[in-house]
């Protein structure tokens, strides 16, 4: 199951004076550890910035990604949640939740964020293709193919939806379409396609290949 990576914020570089007191200065030093991947580091810093302006959303959802990428998922998840209530628009925050609800297997909650951005923006490839991942993973193939077929349609160059749609063609019994789609992956970049043909079906298929 592939999921596209959460959405990060990441400023540019620019002069903050090193006052203490300024929640601003703590989300620029986090914005800095966030790009060396120091997630620890980063995840003080938004702390101290949500300790000094506790009703901006940016720094909950900055601290969010340090739990995410460190597979804290109750913890992304309720910062996602607090970066959505200040802010009720930011569908990046739904999808965000949305992912780490999957990773904590509660899918019904996922499946109603994912709901929710569709409803809001039903040209948003990257929701289908989350609500294909969580049909995949509670048995659904077709609901999942049908909705990588639509993610698809919005994004033709969307490798992980092929990858995901050739998981569920592989579920379905469906293997020539799986592998064409598998196939069709590893043609746009996605490496996952590598090795799900390797592993469903022994075939050697490397990024670049054409057939």
């Known amino acids: 199951m592939k999921l596209n990576l959460l959405s990060v914020f990441i400023v540019g570089i620019s002069f903050?004076?090193?006052n203490f007191h300024n929640a601003e200065y703590y989300n620029h030093r986090?914005?800095?550890?966030?790009?060396?991947?120091?997630?620890?580091?980063?995840?003080?810093?938004?702390?101290?910035?949500?300790e000094l302006d506790s009703v901006n959303y940016y720094p909950y959802h900055q601290r969010g990604v340090t739990?995410?990428?460190?597979?804290?998922?109750?913890?992304?998840?309720?910062?996602?949640?607090?970066?959505?209530?200040?802010?009720?628009?930011s569908i990046k925050d739904y999808s965000n939740r949305a992912c780490c609800y999957i990773f904590d297997k509660k899918y019904d909650e996922a499946l109603k964020d994912v709901n929710h951005i569709i409803k809001e923006?039903?040209?948003?490839?990257?929701?289908?293709?989350?609500?294909?991942?969580?049909?995949?993973?509670?048995?659904?193939?077709?609901?999942?193919?049908?909705?990588?077929?639509?993610?698809?349609?919005?994004?033709?160059?969307?490798?992980?939806?092929?990858?995901?749609?050739?998981?569920?063609?592989r579920n379905s019994g469906k293997n020539e379409c799986a592998i064409?789609?598998?196939?069709?992956?590893?043609?746009?970049?996605?490496?996952?396609?590598?090795?799900?043909?390797?592993?469903?079906?022994?075939?050697?298929y490397p990024v670049g290949k054409r057939k």
Do not use: W
């Not at 990257?126 to 049909?135: E, K, S």
């Not at 993973?137 to 919005?154: H, P, V």
């Not at 064409?180 to 050697?204: C, M, Q, T």
């Open 180 to 204: 064409a789609d598998f196939k069709k992956a590893v043609d746009l970049g996605d490496a996952a396609g590598v090795s799900d043909l390797k592993f469903y079906y022994n075939i050697d």
């Open 121 to 169: 923006t039903a040209t948003d490839a990257n929701a289908y293709n989350i609500r294909a991942a969580i049909y995949i993973t509670i048995g659904k193939n077709e609901l999942a193919i049908k909705d990588d077929s639509i993610a698809i349609a919005i994004y033709p160059q969307f490798g992980s939806a092929y990858s995901n749609q050739g998981l569920a063609y």
């Open 67 to 89: 739990y995410y990428q460190r597979r804290q998922y109750k913890l992304a998840i309720k910062d996602f949640s607090n970066a959505i209530k200040y802010s009720p628009d």
């Open 30 to 50: 986090g914005d800095e550890n966030m790009n060396n991947h120091n997630y620890e580091m980063a995840e003080r810093n938004y702390t101290k910035a949500i």
């Open 16 to 18: 903050i004076s090193c």
